[in-house]
């Protein structure tokens, strides 16, 4: 992958509406991919977030430097969401997977 965070999740919604159904929008003013209209992932501040379920959530918060994502910055969390930063851009790809497969099969 780049060195470049927006062209690593550039290349993970590459992928990720290659072998899916997925498509990609907006979110909160970002981009972001999404399944029959429900967001799943999206790029934020140099950072990937991800609405997973367990026990992927906890695998990804215990990331260095992953925090619940909090699009307000006001102490809001969105619980089922995790931001991940661009250090674990390699994990990036598995974690839309598990969004993905998260979102489908939960909502």
Do not use: N, Q
């Amino acid at each position: 992958m780049s060195s470049d965070p927006r062209a690593e999740y550039d290349e993970v919604v590459s992928e990720i509406m290659a072998s899916s159904s997925a498509t990609g929008g907006m979110m909160f003013g970002m981009p972001c991919l999404k399944d029959s209209g429900k967001a799943f992932a999206g790029f934020y501040k140099g950072a990937m977030v991800f609405k997973l379920g367990a026990p992927s959530h906890a695998e990804a918060l215990a990331l260095p430097g992953a925090r619940l994502f909090d699009p307000t910055g006001r102490g809001r969390h969105m619980k089922e969401w995790v931001e991940v930063p661009a250090e674990h851009a390699s994990r990036w790809l598995d974690l839309a997977r598990e969004a993905l497969h998260y979102v489908v099969g939960v909502h």
